[in-house]
């Protein structure tokens, strides 16, 4: 882009003169063609004047075309680096609104995880005292069930008054036979 303006500067100053070249043109004593015209009669100085301005008039011409085409160029250049701005500001402000959405999205599945993890630090405390209060709750059961052996100790029906009868080894025997036939 740089590079470009340094060359339209040096286009602009082959059209626009300084006022030092000015100044040189209107005083052209080294020149033979205009010392000649100082020799010629009316008609021929008239003719000749009117040739210098035809010429000039021609120049000029030619210079504003140029120098218009050239302005024409460098409007459309300007028109077009507006349009190429333009959209990539658009293009810029797009990037910019799909980065904010996916940094929403982002935040937003943050905290869902968040929300999951402290679910899941429940549920892993709650299964935690789940299995602490079955551990306790097996612990009461077994005692409870001691608890009822012991008190629950039977002793095998024997009549009152048969242990004297009998005595205590044949009750014992009678017993055993009872219950444990195959001992016997």
Do not use: W
């Not at 100044?23 to 100082?38: A, D, H, M, R, W």
């Not at 402000?93 to 937003?108: F, G, M, Q």
């Amino acid at each position: 882009m740089r590079r470009h303006k340094s060359t339209s500067s040096s286009n602009m100053k082959k059209y626009i003169k300084s006022p030092e070249q000015k100044e040189s043109n209107k005083y052209t004593e080294n020149n033979p063609k205009e010392n000649e015209i100082y020799n010629l009669n009316d008609d021929d100085f008239k003719t000749a004047i009117i040739k210098i301005l035809t010429e000039l008039r021609e120049n000029s011409d030619r210079q504003l075309n140029e120098f218009r085409s050239y302005v024409t160029k460098e409007f459309d250049t300007i028109k077009k680096n507006q349009t190429e701005i333009l959209e990539m500001k658009n293009t810029i402000e797009e990037i910019k609104k799909n980065l904010d959405a996916l940094n929403s999205r982002a935040d937003n599945m943050e905290e869902r995880i968040s929300n999951l993890e402290d679910g899941n630090i429940e549920l892993l405390q709650a299964e935690e005292e789940r299995e602490a209060r079955l551990k306790r709750n097996e612990e009461t059961l077994r005692e409870l069930s001691d608890t009822i052996r012991r008190c629950n100790v039977r002793i095998i029906g024997i009549p009152e008054g048969e242990e004297k009868e009998k005595g205590a080894e044949n009750l014992f025997k009678e017993i055993m036979a009872e219950n444990f036939p195959n001992l016997v």
